[in-house]
């Protein structure tokens, strides 16, 4: 007995188990193999064959394929590599926009597949197309199962029994009526009337068939005699190149050669000198031995676009990751940080060792990006297509979604999912208990149906949800894509195939990842204003990493709006360093990793001059640039090669099981090779424990030292045009929505830097905001509520001439209700009203309104209004009020100063300074938090507070956070009260206490 028809978790919310615990199933029950058939995908391909290989099983490859809007469908078993592309073909074709008839496209194409069916009718339609279906009687024997062996046997075709499985056990039917519900979208008490769970079994042992067909024995024996056709156990591929269009590979690296050759010039002038050409020559031949030249000139047509001039103009880019090490790559503008200046390691990139294949990373602006994509798959049409990302349900979603198809109204379900801003995925136990001890759950009611809730959302945890489109991986294969891979269609119609990443990994399909930066956009329109405005283009022969003024900013933390280096933790950290170079700045962007606080504390020490040993003596001076610290992902593999004897490919697989999400095991593994070796080497236990927990420290999140060399160098170019272009830069920072912080923040800091804070005005501003000299004006993007297409009508209007009154703009404009009342209360229309009065103008637009609503057409009216009457305007806190909410920050005030009867003796965020060691109240406004868990296990939050005088990062431990956490909530006052602290120069508040503010007047 074989089972033929299985389906996993990959059959979207209708399979309940992954892979793995259906093979580990099959093998406890003594199958000799297993055949997953998922319906109409191979999302999970690649884990079942993983899984099949721990377990020892046979694979055999298939995809159960429906017809949309029918109850047709079969189950396509692969024989061999020709069956394996039908495969990829038919599932390409069942999810392409256009029609999809089931029967035609076997017919036209299933060479190498055995095709199992159910349905007469198509059966009889297959075989008249030439066709030999295999006739699938199911788990057990019906009258419908003796009618299809009859016809089976009638016309001598092969008739088999199928367990159809879509459970590892009777336990899992309550989940899969859950999943069956959110497939539904609808409630569980519902779900009877829409579906029956009838026929919906477990895998049983191959005992529970052979009796269930003792009357028609041969079907149990078929089951073994189809397996054996299909001899495919996987793609096997090798390295998947994207083709370049200009010849072969001898052809590629000759014009590598040429093009990087050519780079190097431009970069270092036409002296070379030897380290610059036996750079090159060392990586040009490791380049065309391993067979990438294609791709790097690939990469390189993408990051120059083709004008209209038909020859390639370089975009704005950063090549980051360890590309970033090739000084090829360099030379190619593909990336811009010298290799050989800053000492970054080709190797990392590519070596003759790799078993993997690296792929290039590249940042365009952020706003740019879906052109780029949309060139790539223009360019390479049929040949093209975007990773996917395999969305799986995390805690709060699967709260969420259990939690509707009980019925509870979204209101409720949203008081506690809104209020779990930590909570990881962990093994999903005991989750009632893990939020009942969450400080923002406090007065949470738990009564049931949240008991039962929780339980049943514990089961969701980590199945696969849907498929999104992945940030930006793109792969390009020499043929079809579809020869390789099965390709669905997102929402937005972007091809994208059926694998993750790391299935794309493991197919060998090399990938490009074309990635958005909102700091690029940043820089790129903070330069365009600069030089709109008259001054001298800043990039003219600049090197921001060279200036004092730059690095002074970066020493004192004054980042907020630079790429990277603007968080809370890095502000401290720059402050705490002192030294605002390129070199430190590199060290800091990599070590701030989230498992690292201990060595980011050490790194500060040693950084300003606390003594140092080496790990190990056996380690040497390897890591003498960080201090002896492991900082970078390659310092791992380094270690374990000094310390450990691991070979550079061993080592290189550490250090990528890291940064896996699922790597117990191997984790596991690799720490038994690493002390095994350690010892055999003569370490002492204590120093192989001390390395084994800086190794851990790297956990899930961590860079190589080219990438963080590469996000220094956007870093230092935002900081410089912050320090000498401020008002262009908070301009460009607001309008391409910000970074790590909310556009409140942005306008507090531009303040901060002297900034006059211009209202948007009808007749000065543009969708995006501007600023010169010593302001910046609103972009009316911020006005809520302000549609694009009033905008385009406004901008057309303007165009012919400036706004006169407020009833010109509106007859020119046509604003919405909402939209005019938006822009008066924004401030947008007190250029057009002698006073400014806002209660005048209001007055105007309702007397306006009503002439539009009698009038025939909006166009026959004359925009001419009566003399308003004598209004009083509006006072100064329901002003502010109707402006902060529609604009989401004032533009002339700041909230805090709103405050009235504060408390006596506050101190000013500016003054904290003073106040080292003493405890001090001040009265704050609060901006945003991350929230952590400490070493025990309890939450405690860091959170980053201002007033109009300046910003302070404030700790609330576990005891003081149990006690205010559910107080806190962003875009609110507060007094705090507690110690100032100071660390190496970075000054911070331990809170003792917290109580909310009122604004009033």
């Known amino acids: 007995m074989f089972p033929l028809r299985v389906r996993s978790s990959y059959s979207l919310l209708e399979g ?18 297993l055949a997953l058939t998922d319906g109409d995908n191979l999302y999970g391909l690649w884990p079942f064959l993983a899984a099949c290989r721990g377990e020892g099983l046979r694979p055999v490859v298939g995809a159960e394929i429906s017809e949309p809007g029918t109850t047709r469908r079969v189950t396509c078993l692969v024989e061999d590599e020709a069956g394996y592309r039908s495969l990829c073909r038919l599932l390409s074709r069942r999810h392409a926009p256009a029609g999809f008839d089931l029967a035609a496209a076997l017919v036209a ?135 370049w269009r200009g010849g072969g590979d001898n052809e590629a690296g000759r014009v590598l050669r040429q093009k990087a050759y050519a780079g190097a010039r431009r970069r270092y002038g036409d002296d070379l000198g030897e380290t610059v050409v036996d750079r090159l020559e060392h990586e040009l031949r490791i380049i065309a031995a391993m067979g990438y030249s294609a791709y790097f000139l690939v990469v390189r047509d993408i990051v120059h676009r083709k004008g209209a001039d038909g020859r390639r103009h370089k975009r704005r880019i950063c090549g980051r990751g360890s590309a970033a090490a090739s000084l090829v790559a360099y030379c190619l503008d593909i990336t811009n940080v010298c290799p050989i200046r800053y000492n970054l390691y080709f190797e990392r990139f590519l070596n003759p060792g790799r078993r993997d294949p690296p792929d290039i990373d590249i940042d365009f602006a952020w706003d740019e990006r879906d052109e780029v994509l949309a060139d790539i798959l223009s360019d390479h049409g049929g040949q093209a297509a975007m990773v996917c990302n395999h969305i799986r349900f995390q805690p709060r979603m699967a709260i969420r979604e259990t939690a509707k198809v009980f019925g509870l109204p979204e209101g409720e379900i949203a008081r506690l999912t809104r209020r779990l801003p930590w909570i990881s995925r962990g093994d999903g136990e005991g989750l009632q208990q893990r939020l009942q001890g969450l400080p923002s759950l406090a007065g949470q009611d738990f009564s049931e149906p949240w008991p039962t809730i929780l339980r049943l959302a514990t089961r969701l945890i980590g199945l696969p949800r849907h498929l999104s489109v992945h940030s930006g991986g793109v792969i390009i294969t020499p043929g079809p894509i579809t020869d390789y891979v099965p390709v669905e269609y997102a929402a937005k119609g ?47 022969g600049w090197n ?25 933790a890095m502000r401290l950290l720059e402050q705490k360093a002192g030294s605002g170079d390129f070199e430190q700045l590199v060290i800091q962007s990599s070590i701030i990793r989230p498992a690292a606080n201990e060595f980011v504390r050490e790194y500060v020490r040693r950084l300003h001059g606390g003594s140092w040993q080496p790990l190990h003596p056996a380690v040497g001076d390897i890591l003498d640039e960080t201090y002896g610290l492991m900082v970078y992902q390659e310092d791992v593999s380094r270690v374990a090669v000094a310390l450990a004897g691991f070979s550079h490919a061993d080592a290189d697989g550490l250090r990528k099981v890291m940064a896996k999400k699922d790597k117990a095991l191997q984790l596991r593994d690799y720490e038994q090779r690493f002390r095994d070796g350690c010892r055999r080497r003569g370490v002492e236990a204590a120093d192989i424990d001390r ?8 956990d899930g999140y961590s860079f190589c030292k080219p990438h963080s060399a590469s996000y220094a160098r956007v870093s230092f170019q935002a900081a410089y045009l912050k320090r000498h272009h401020p008002a262009e830069f908070m301009a460009a920072v607001i309008s391409n929505q910000g970074g790590y912080y909310s556009t409140f923040a942005y306008v507090s800091e531009a303040k901060r830097l002297g ?68 822009l008066i209360h924004a401030g947008a229309l007190d250029s057009l009203d002698a006073g400014g009065n806002r209660t005048t103008l209001l007055w105007q637009w309702a007397v306006f309104m009503r002439r539009r609503e009698m009038a025939a057409a909006a166009s026959l009216f004359p925009p001419v209004l009566p003399e308003p009457p004598i209004l009083p305007p509006p006072d100064r806190l329901t002003l502010l009020r109707r402006e902060f909410a529609v604009l989401g ?38 901006l945003t938090g991350k929230l952590v868990s400490t070493r025990s296990g309890e939450a405690m939050e860091f959170l980053t507070f201002e007033d109009e005088t300046g910003i302070v990062e404030a700790t609330f431990f576990p005891l003081v956070y149990r006690r205010y956490a559910h107080l806190l909530q962003s875009g609110r006052a507060y007094v705090l009260a507690g110690a100032v602290d100071q660390d190496y120069g970075a000054i911070t508040l331990t809170v003792e206490q917290a109580a909310p503010l009122g604004i009033s007047g």
């Open 16 to 33: 309940t188990a992954p892979p793995a615990t259906l093979c580990r199933l099959a093998r406890q029950h003594g199958y000799p193999g």
């Open 109 to 243: 194409g299933s060479q190498g597949l055995t095709i199992l069916g159910e349905d007469l009718p198509l059966l009889d339609e297959l075989r008249e197309g030439g066709l030999q279906p295999v006739v699938d009687l199911g788990p057990q024997p019906t009258a419908i199962g003796r009618r299809l062996r009859n016809w089976a046997r009638s016309r001598g075709v092969t008739a088999v029994a199928t367990p159809v499985s879509r459970l590892a056990g009777d336990d899992q039917r309550e989940l899969y009526r859950l999943l069956r519900a959110i497939a539904r979208n609808t409630t569980l008490s519902r779900l009877e009337t829409l579906e029956s769970p009838v026929g919906v079994q477990p895998l049983w042992g191959p005992e529970v068939y052979r009796r269930r067909f003792a009357v028609w024995p041969e079907v149990v024996t078929a089951t073994m005699a189809v397996a054996e056709r299909c001899t495919f156990t996987g793609p096997a591929f090798g390295i998947v190149m994207p083709p």
């Open 494 to 540: 972007v091809p994208i195939i059926q694998w993750d990443k790391d299935g794309a990994e493991e197919a060998g399909l090399v990938k490009i990842d074309i990635l958005g930066n909102r700091s690029l956009g940043v820089i790129r329109d903070c330069i365009a204003a600069v030089r709109q405005n008259g001054a001298p283009p800043p990039e003219s």
């Open 544 to 568: 921001p990493e060279d200036d004092p003024p730059t690095r002074e900013t970066i020493a004192c933390g004054r980042t907020m709006g630079c790429f990277y280096i603007e968080s809370p």
């Open 691 to 698: 390395v084994w927990e800086m190794m851990l420290s790297f």
């Open 755 to 822: 900034l006059a804070v211009l209202p948007p005005d009808v007749n000065a501003s543009d969708w995006r905001w501007r600023g010169q000299g010593g302001w910046v004006r609103v972009g009316l993007q911020s006005v809520a509520g302000f549609s694009a297409a009033c905008l385009d009508r406004l901008l057309a209007a303007r165009r012919q001439g400036r706004f006169t009154t407020a009833a010109d703009c509106w007859h020119r404009t046509r604003p919405a209700d909402d939209e005019a009342r938006a």
């Open 889 to 926: 920050f004032l533009c002339s005030e700041h909230p805090v100063t709103l405050i009235g009867r504060l408390p006596s003796g506050l101190v000013k965020v500016a003054r904290l300074g003073d106040h080292v060691g003493r405890r001090v109240r001040c009265a704050v406004w609060l």
